[in-house]
């Protein structure tokens, strides 16, 4: 353990955990995004990821807290947990879904995330919070990407699939700093943490980009010229939206702390508190060309 170790107050006092009571369609259709066929199998890449990735972290924190003692981090350790078994639970039901409207080929993907996932649960527990925290540094710039770039990404696009990418968004935005903070108590160690950055980011997305090309491929697209160029046009828009962050990531005073959250993303806790809880989580209107925050109470204009 790291005896220097010391916790740091975070802009997020309380991580929430909500339910995810998204109900999609069944005959939700698997390219959601409208004239965008790269970019709706991108993210469905990414989502095939998630009941891999997520259930990986759970365990790895949980682990990781039997040597914690600090109260406030453990508290944090908790919400983390609720708030990612909320989201994998989500994804598995929406990757059911693209697998039963037209991609049975991702259960492929699937059994290689398995594999990949069993081994990557025997390494050392450091190498484990590195490769989470790393994670987490790359999240933190898929949430700015997509929160304050919804309306070109997501206009017009599935409401239930867009929504749910987004208040996932929400909640790793509260839940940024943990990962980190777990192995700052755990290790600190610079070096370890610097390769996580980049075992974190790059395992999850080669596996996302693999979905992607897996529903390409089954499109009979990737010989077209304008799927080619949608792949270089996304890639350049990943890299130009998400590289800072790693590199900032990579800074050896780097703390998530110094990211500032979206404005979208905190008028949507507000507007979510103000919910009753027997309702159900509204949409974002993607057809709105602001597309704000689907609630009409607490938010202030
Ligand atoms: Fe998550
Ligand atoms: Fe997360």
Known sequence: MNHDYRYQAKQVDKIIVRPFSFEFPDDLDPKWVPDNIVRSHFFNGV????????PFLVKTMREASEQ????KLLEDIRGFNGQEASHYKCHRRLNTLLKANGYPEFEEVEARLDATYKRLSTRSLRTRLAYSAGFECMTNGFTTWLINKRQQLFRGASPHIASFWLMHMIEETEHKTVAFDVYMAYSGQYLPRAIGVFHGSFHVLAYGI????????KDGKLSELNCITGIIQHFFSLLWNVGPFLLRALLPWHNPRGEAD????????IGHAALSADEQLPLVDTNDPDMPVPFTQGVTA
């Open 262 to 269: 979206p404005e979208w993303m905190r008028q949507w806790v």
């Open 210 to 217: 693999i979905g992607m090309f897996t529903a390409l491929k």
């Open 47 to 54: 989502s095939l990821t998630m009941p891999y990735l997520e």
């Open 68 to 71: 914690i003692s600090e109260p």
